[in-house]
Structures are given as C-alpha cells and as structure tokens.
C-alpha cells in the first residue's frame, strides 16, 4: 500500500461549484496534515495546513482530518476558475523528520 | 513579496555530465530543501540542509547529489554524473522555522527543470 494516496483527476467542474478533493494514508504516525496548490510550471504554495484531526477553516477553503480514517480532504466552495491547479495534499510526522511525504496531485479545471 | 528563486529554468544535458541547479532561498529563511518531481510522479524529498550541514537525506540521495551553500545567498544542488532517471522538475524551498517540514511552511521556487539525454 502506498504511503500516501490521490485520486489524479483530472477533476472538471463548473464555476461556483463545491469540490472534494481527497487523500487516504497509511502511516498512522502522520500528524501535520497540508494541502498544497501548484500552478502549471509553478512550485507549490501552501493553501493550508492541519494539525492532528479536525478541521480548518480559511475562506472559500476547509480543511478536513480524519485520523481513524486516515483520510483528509479539502472542500473549495464556490469555485473560481483562477482555482484551475494541481492539489497536493502532503504529510509530516510528530517526530523529528524534516521530510514531507507528498500525494501525486489532483488536477482541477474549473471552467466559466 | 520575498520568493525562492531558481537557475536554471531548464537545462538539458548528456548522460555522464556534471550538472549544478541553483537556488537563492529567502534572505531570512535558514532551513533548505531539494525535493524532485519526475513526470507525473509525485514530490519527493531528497535533502535538507541547517547550518551548513545536511540534515536529513532521502535514500535517493545518494554518492552523486552533493549540496552546498557557497556563500550567503545561494543554495546549490550537485549531480556529479547524471542519468537518464535523473530527468526531473528539481525544486528548492526554504523554511524561516525548523518546523517547516511539520507545518508545511515551506516557500517553493518554480523549479528547475533537467533533461538527461
């Protein structure tokens, strides 16, 4: 089993609609849960990070943590099409590691 | 806004040859990172780098990547011999906090892309 797994997409959705985006692990060590955006010919920019279970909150975007599923999701209401990137979601241990474990990416289209 | 900027943007070169990305982290930033994405491949971790020292490498790191910090503002990335599998998108971040690869404040520059003939 992968250590971190993505759906690649591509996801095509319309304007103004909410997206799923999704990641399921299998280390149940992971506690620092993020969610990146990468522009095409771009690096990737962090949108949010999550600590342990939960969620977060930050505009048009939620962050989702579900350690007894070890799924996390990232909700994007009313979609824009300057949102049209690959979604990373990535992962850290508690532990001392300066490694980030990365999903391959979510492509999203949102067209007008 | 302060960003991570990286050269070359593309570089193609020939299996065997020695080739060097470059990198110039943010002036406040102490930590420093590689990570690597080989086409529709996912990121992937390959070093990171504190007070002059690697601390922390990935088992992909090895004998023929090399980091350096030469002087105050660049961060480099050696490949001593290349291959083709070393064909990659090469991306350096940088991080104001030892905490950056938890809290994933990492600043991304826009990559480096390197074609292995």
């Known amino acids: 089993q992968k250590e971190v797994e993505q759906d690649p997409g591509p996801l095509s959705v319309p304007e103004g609609a909410i997206v799923s985006l999704n990641c399921t692990y299998s280390?149940?060590?992971?506690?620092?849960f993020m969610w990146y955006r990468q522009y095409s010919r771009k690096g990737p920019e962090l949108l949010m990070y999550t600590y342990s279970s939960g969620n977060k909150e930050d505009g048009r975007f939620t962050a989702q943590v579900d350690k007894s599923s070890k799924y996390i999701s990232l909700f994007i209401r009313d979609s824009q099409p300057s949102d049209s990137a690959t979604y990373l979601c990535a992962m850290s241990p508690f532990y001392n590691t300066d490694k980030l474990i990365f999903g391959t990416g979510t492509r999203l289209q949102v067209f007008p | 806004e302060p960003e991570v900027t990286q050269t070359p943007s593309h570089q193609v070169t020939q299996m065997g040859q020695e080739v060097i990305l470059r990198c110039v982290p943010i002036s406040n930033h102490l930590y420093f990172y590689w990570y690597r994405q080989i086409l529709g491949q996912k990121v992937e971790f390959l070093v990171s780098f504190y007070n002059n020292e690697i601390s922390e490498k990935s088992e992909i790191f090895d004998d023929q990547f090399s980091v350096e910090r030469p002087d105050g503002s660049n961060f480099t990335l050696k490949i001593r011999s290349t291959k083709l599998e070393d064909s990659a998108m090469y991306f350096c971040?940088?991080?104001?906090?030892?905490?950056?690869?938890?809290?994933?404040?990492?600043?991304f520059g826009e990559g480096s892309r390197l074609t292995v003939l």
């Open positions: 971040a940088s991080s104001e906090v030892s905490t950056g690869a938890n809290t994933g404040e990492l600043f």
């Open positions: 280390n149940s060590a992971f506690q620092y």
